[in-house]
Structure formats: structure tokens, C-alpha cells
């Protein structure tokens, strides 16, 4: 069992950055795949990025890109979600999630609310 508490989340100026971490309680961290993901109000859920339980390869899609970077501290438990060059549309709840299996996230944290003005 894995549970999953994102923080950072706060309200931010466009052009603006935050640093999300979550923090993972459990054994076999190091093992998990950890994502992100992000649910505007009135909008499906969206994928923000991954980062391999190994910490050697992350994927964003293209909406994130060169601007979001996830790292990991296994030794912390943590891993991190870094956003630069906010966007209002980047505006939502973001979770973080963890999965044994490439593809699945067996565990989700509650959300932590980022808003960016305009």
C-alpha cells in the first residue's frame, strides 16, 4: 500500500514557476513509476509526465514539454514536479499517482490546486 500527498500548489502569475512535491509513504518506493496528472474544472483528467521507477527516463506530452520536469528522490520518498513558464491553462488540480506496472497508477494522491493568473 502506497499512500500519495501532493504539495506546493498555490496561486501563481503567468510567466511564473512552482515546484510540486509529493510525498509517498509505504515501502518499495524506488520500485514505483511516479506520474503526474492534472484536472481542470469542467475537463477530463490529463496526463502531465512520468518518471521511471529506475529515474533514468521521464515522458511529457506536448502540452508540458520543455517546461515541466519531474524528478525523484528515493531517499526522501518524493518526487518532484517542476513548472516553469506557467500558463493560465495550466490551471487545475494536480495529482500525483504511482504504478508497479508501465502504464497503470495503482495509487492516486488527493490534489494539490494550482492557479495562474493572467
Known amino acids: 500500500q502506497v499512500q500519495l500527498v501532493e504539495s506546493g500548489g498555490g496561486m501563481v502569475q503567468a510567466g511564473g514557476s512552482l515546484r510540486l512535491s509529493c510525498a509517498a509513504s509505504?515501502?518499495?518506493?524506488?520500485?514505483?513509476?511516479m506520474g503526474w496528472f492534472r484536472q481542470a474544472p469542467g475537463k477530463e483528467r490529463e496526463f502531465v509526465g512520468v518518471?521511471?521507477?529506475?529515474?533514468?527516463?521521464?515522458y511529457y506530452p506536448d502540452s508540458v514539454k520543455g517546461r515541466f520536469f519531474i524528478s525523484r528522490d528515493d531517499a526522501k520518498h518524493t518526487v518532484y514536479l517542476r513548472m516553469n513558464s506557467l500558463k493560465p491553462e495550466d490551471t487545475a488540480v494536480y495529482y500525483c499517482?504511482?504504478?508497479?506496472?508501465?502504464?497503470?497508477?495503482?495509487?492516486w494522491g488527493k490534489g494539490t490546486l494550482v492557479t495562474v493568473s493572467s
Open positions: 499517482a504511482a504504478g508497479a506496472s508501465e502504464g497503470v497508477m495503482d495509487y
Open positions: 509505504g515501502r518499495s518506493f524506488s520500485t514505483y513509476n
Open positions: 518518471i521511471r521507477w529506475s529515474g533514468d527516463t521521464t
